[in-house]
């Protein structure tokens, strides 16, 4: 018996892997009630709200739902709600009660998982298998982590009691919609503020299961009020007078329009803006594992990440073989139906989304981009991309230098560690960066010379309520996770007696 | 042709590094594939058809051999439209009692250990000379350990060359490796060891010799499985796995193939390249097997325990 | 009227219920007047529960922070629900939950702040960071109740250290209640393992057990005169001793910290500066 058989002798051998592992759909079953209308949840109260727009299951196209369009009036009416909370029952609330309200809210989360995740992924067009096991999940341990603070806030900030801002308006995107109401949300209360929640308009669906839960709860009426709309109901919510504290979560963009609304005024901001993540993979790196690190950063919620780590730096003595192992990997990944539980690769979130991706794409090939997408097959309906690679770029193309917020990675190579460094830094953005190799001085050094708030050494995309994260320059300010996640919600208090 | 030994090639599979945290969140991924229905099917009965059914007691009898070669042949005597298993695998001095009982026309290999297995604790001419006895008893492929504690201390070379002269006295028969991982600390190690085995002549690199805890875990699978492939794609030759040790449900097998067919691809979804060295996941593969097609989950007692 | 049934007092090691392996009780009286026999913990007792301590503090270590917070909480979950179950007042009871709860909110954040970042003058990256000791045996202030007993076991737990509590006869009743209630709060077993008896005839055999890492003792958990006893046979194996008031407040963080270890790290991140280059 020969082990040669099977020897290309006309050819380099390859693998064959598109297709090897033929799975039969693996739908998860769990029954959703969909409404066919959401309005706002105000006061510990559901109001119908007024106008409407539809949200839709970018994977199949159905409508899910009419969502209300808030109007001053309910905003209004929400602030005045938060902020009778505030003054009220909330604000003298003792630490250690809050903490019990988010204690429950972790534990009713957790319960009723299943369900959120369903939900999560037919509004939002990610894959089951991403809001099963990261989603959801983390929300609910954002909540117990936080919980866990409202009465130690003296351990945390020695030399003073610190108080609470009053009432928070927060804006948060489509990208991670219930994720991201925890993070915001978690803080906020463990600290003592109230809030007022605009969910995005593409995603409200888990945001309003979430006031359900905070109803069975008992939280007490104004603490959490969501108001659903669009762009202009978010900037009816930061720019409300009677708002002490903006945390927004989206572009740069629309992070810079709230930023000129709210100036001059007292408002305290957030900003959890954009963001190009540079991954530098270095030739002493793990290579099978930083070729899991790239996937999971670039291709884990259909790139759909603020801190997505879009251009890929190699050291140019592996950057080809690299680049072959990297396409065999993303070959075997699945795009499809994210209700089945084994796709790695959902839909595209909306259709404008897709046409920006899809404008990206075009403009990378008319820069000289080299581009290959995964053979892997896509649905008929919906929006799907498959994940693509470009080569052949530089620091100057638009794909380099522009957020895409899509499954596409930019490759880029580098000599020397300085090099990376710098080219790594040559971008506006400063969410997150990775490093991959094996030598520790190489990972502390290039860790601490990359401007960015948030730095993997030898993984990506990992995320703990317990580290804060949060970008600089034209990624924001402020930070979300861990300590630093109170700062931005509490007044400055006393100084050393 | 003899493989030689070079010390700088020893070197260079020394350099391969694995981060442990990545090993685990890319097996975690995998385990989460869900396999239902059909594809559930053509697994379990393409894994049953890959399984090396195992007996390596001090207390095997010629009669428990008997009884697994008759396994082998028809894992269930009321369907005889299940696959055969792969191989049975034996100590060298079952093997004439398998080889009666398999006959000579046989589709079930015989697989036998050997070289003082499981410890590898005897001299090179005894290890070549079991080698022999067992292809000439009849055994169509040799399950060989490495000298552990030579790789461990560095002596590559006394490592690579037992394998080499194991390899020519094995003749036609096929040639498993057996790293014995569970005794080599890291993955680091069982990614160097893979690449020194595979050189050395090995046709098959199998993890465990299934007397050490722990035996074909996840993550050594696939640090294995890369090391064949950096093979392939390096020479064109293809070379075989055996996970073993510790396989014991349908479950667990169904996402090391899951593994094989992300990491190799669909040319070593085969009994030819691919092995389950196993004793109880047979029954595991019946029951599962069974259920799928009456719709009743068996009792384990339905299913004969050699 | 109906014949009671009563239940047996036994002690908590390894996750199992267990009488003494000396066979000897001591005589107590329940909450309801009702005359028991209390396990009484013998020098073979401690030994094995010390044994099971050790094989368990790695592996509770080793469970995520957020996963320790979730096993506190879920004592708080149980505790509560057992309010009006419980040998003791219902405001013991409760306090004992609230106290559950807070540190179930310290697991995944006392190491971000006993923990630090040092600016060495250096070209390394230097960290302290907090980790267990390892088993400690500790001690409430008899006085204190349920409430008592809880701050003694979590302050220690939360730590990641594992832990053997001490319960004088008096409160055994109490004590057997609350191992059931952590019998069912998904603690691994042995992490926690509470004896009951004579504490201070307890204590002298545990201080002479050198594979015992530190001795909590709150309030009046021994008697005055055996203080410096403790103290000259910790100073033979250089055990710790942490001496702690009553259970009316938890333990702020400056106490945690004597629950723990520090150890500190250097790590080199000098790559470029040698060679000249900047970014």
């Not at chain 1, 592992?21 to 006061?43: Q, W």
């Not at chain 1, 009432?167 to 919609?177: C, D, K, M, S």
């Not at chain 3, 057997?176 to 055999?205: R, W």
């Amino acid at each position: 018996m020969s082990n040669t058989m099977n020897k290309r002798k006309d050819d380099k051998p390859t693998l064959d892997l598109a297709g090897a592992l033929d799975l039969s759909p693996a739908p998860e079953s769990c029954p959703v009630t969909i409404k066919p209308r959401y309005g706002h949840f105000i006061d510990g109260e559901f109001v119908d709200g007024e106008g409407g727009f539809a949200t839709i299951n970018p994977a199949t196209g159905e409508h899910l739902a009419e969502i209300a369009e808030g109007t001053q009036a309910e905003v209004d009416r929400a602030v005045k709600a938060a902020r009778k909370a505030f003054e009220g029952p909330w604000g003298k609330m003792s630490g250690l009660d809050r903490g019990k309200y988010l204690y429950r809210l972790a534990r009713r989360i957790q319960e009723k998982s299943r369900e959120l995740a369903v939900l999560e992924t037919m509004d939002n067009g990610k894959p089951i298998r991403e809001t099963r096991d990261v989603d959801i999940p983390l929300a609910a341990q954002h909540f117990f982590y936080y919980a866990g603070w409202a009465d130690k806030l003296a351990y945390a900030f020695p030399g003073g009691v610190p108080k609470p801002l009053g009432v928070a308006g927060q804006v948060i995107p489509w990208n991670f919609p219930f994720l991201m109401a925890a993070w915001k949300l978690a803080p906020a209360l463990a600290t003592g503020n109230t809030v007022v929640l605009k969910p995005a308009e593409t995603t409200p669906l888990t945001a309003m299961y979430l006031a359900e839960l905070m109803q069975e709860i008992d939280l007490p009426p104004g603490v959490v009020n969501i108001v659903n709309g669009m762009g202009k109901t978010g900037a009816a919510v930061v720019g409300h007078s009677d708002i002490d504290k903006v945390a927004f979560t989206g572009s740069t963009q629309v992070g810079r329009i709230i930023m000129r609304q709210i100036a001059g005024s007292k408002k305290r901001a957030t900003m959890e803006l954009g963001g190009k993540g540079a991954h530098l993979v270095f030739a002493d790196a793990p290579l099978d594992q930083a070729v899991e690190g790239c996937i999971n950063g670039i291709f884990f919620n259909q790139g759909h990440v603020c801190c997505a780590g879009s251009r890929l730096l190699i050291e140019e003595s592996i950057a080809e073989e690299f680049i072959e192992r990297l396409k065999r990997r993303v070959e075997v990944l699945r795009i499809g139906n994210p209700l089945d539980k084994n796709t790695d690769i959902g839909a595209i979130n909306s259709a404008e989304q897709m046409g920006t991706i899809e404008r990206y794409l075009s403009i990378g090939k008319e820069e000289g981009a080299t581009t290959w997408q995964s053979s892997c097959p896509v649905p008929d309906q919906g929006f799907f991309i498959r994940p693509t690679i470009l080569t052949g770029v530089s620091q100057t193309d638009t794909v380099v230098r522009e957020e895409i917020f899509g499954p596409v990675l930019s490759v880029l190579t580098f000599r020397t560690p300085a090099e990376a460094v710098k080219k790594a830094n040559d971008t506006e953005y400063g969410l997150a960066a990775g490093v991959w190799s094996e030598k520790t001085s190489k990972l502390f050094e290039v860790a601490h010379a990359l401007n960015a708030g948030v730095v993997w050494a030898n993984g990506y995309n990992l995320f703990d309520p317990a580290s804060p994260f949060g970008g600089v320059r034209h990624s924001g300010f402020g930070r979300e996770g861990g300590i630093a996640g109170l700062w931005p919600y509490l007044a400055d208090q006393g100084g050393a007696a | 042709m003899t493989p030689t030994f070079s010390p700088a090639a020893a070197r260079e599979w020394r350099s391969v590094r694995v981060d442990d945290a990545t090993v685990n969140a890319r097996i975690s991924r995998a385990r989460k594939r869900s396999i239902k229905t059909e594809s559930k099917e053509r697994l379990l009965r393409l894994a049953l058809s890959m399984i090396d059914l195992t007996t390596l007691e001090g207390a095997d009898t010629p009669e428990k051999v008997r009884s697994l070669c008759r396994k082998a042949v028809t894992p269930l005597a009321e369907r005889p439209d299940f696959p055969h298993t792969a191989a049975v695998c034996v100590y060298p001095n079952l093997v004439p009692i398998a080889a009666a009982a398999l006959g000579p026309n046989r589709e079930v290999k015989i697989a036998s250990v050997a070289t003082g297995f499981p410890s590898g604790h005897v001299p090179l001419r005894l290890k070549v000379a079991e080698t022999e006895a067992a292809v000439k008893a009849g055994a169509d492929e040799i399950d060989m350990v490495i000298d552990r504690g030579a790789f461990l201390s560095g002596d590559d070379e006394k490592v690579f060359s037992e394998i080499a002269a194991i390899k020519a006295a094995c003749g036609d028969a096929r040639l498993k490796v057996i790293l014995e991982t569970g005794e080599l600390g890291t993955l680091d190690n069982v990614a160097a060891a893979s690449r020194l085995a595979i050189h050395a002549g090995a046709d098959f690199i199998k993890t465990s010799t299934g007397k050490i805890s722990p035996a074909a875990t996840f993550p050594v699978v696939l640090v294995m499985l890369e090391a064949i492939r950096e093979h392939y794609l390096e020479t064109g030759v293809m070379i075989g796995m055996k996970p073993a040790g510790g396989i014991r449900d349908a479950k667990s097998a169904m996402h090391h193939l899951v593994l094989v067919a992300e990491t190799l691809g669909a040319a070593w979804m085969t009994p030819e390249w691919y092995r389950f060295g196993a004793s109880s996941l047979a029954n595991d593969l019946l029951r599962q097997l069974t259920r799928r097609e009456d719709g009743y989950y068996q009792s384990p007692r339905r299913f004969s325990v050699d | 009227m109906r014949t009671t049934v009563e239940k047996t007092l036994k002690m908590y090691v390894g996750g199992k219920f267990i009488r003494s392996e000396s066979g000897r009780v001591l005589p107590a009286t329940s909450a309801k007047g009702r005359p028991m026999n209390v396990a009484a913990a013998s020098r073979k007792d401690l030994r094995d529960a010390i044994q099971i301590a050790r094989g368990a503090q790695k592996s509770w270590a080793g469970r995520s922070a957020y996963n320790r917070g979730q096993i506190f909480y879920r004592l708080a979950e149980i505790l509560e629900d057992r309010v009006d179950a419980m040998p003791t007042s219902g405001a013991d009871v409760l306090a004992a939950t609230d106290r559950a709860v807070h540190f179930a909110g310290w697991t995944d954040k006392i190491t971000a702040l006993l923990s630090s970042l040092n600016p060495v003058a250096h070209t390394y990256v230097n960290y302290s960071m907090i980790g267990p000791m390892g088993v400690v045996f500790a001690a409430p202030d008899p006085a204190d109740g349920l409430t008592g007993m809880v701050e003694a076991m979590l302050g220690a737990l939360l730590m990641g250290n594992s832990v053997v509590l001490m319960v004088p006869t008096a409160s055994a009743e109490l004590a057997v209640a609350l191992s059931e209630a952590l019998a069912v709060s998904d603690f691994p077993g042995g992490c926690i393992n509470v004896l009951t008896g004579d504490v201070d005839s307890v204590v002298k055999v545990a201080i002479r057990h050198d594979d015992l890492d530190a001795l909590y003792l709150l309030g009046d958990a021994v008697s005055a005169d055996l203080l410096e006893e403790i103290g000259t046979e910790n100073a033979r194996v250089m055990r710790r001793l942490v001496l702690a008031p009553r259970s009316a407040r938890p333990a702020p963080p400056s106490r945690l910290a004597k629950l723990a270890e520090v150890k500190t790290v250097w790590m080199s991140s000098a790559l470029m500066s040698g060679g000249g280059a900047a970014y």
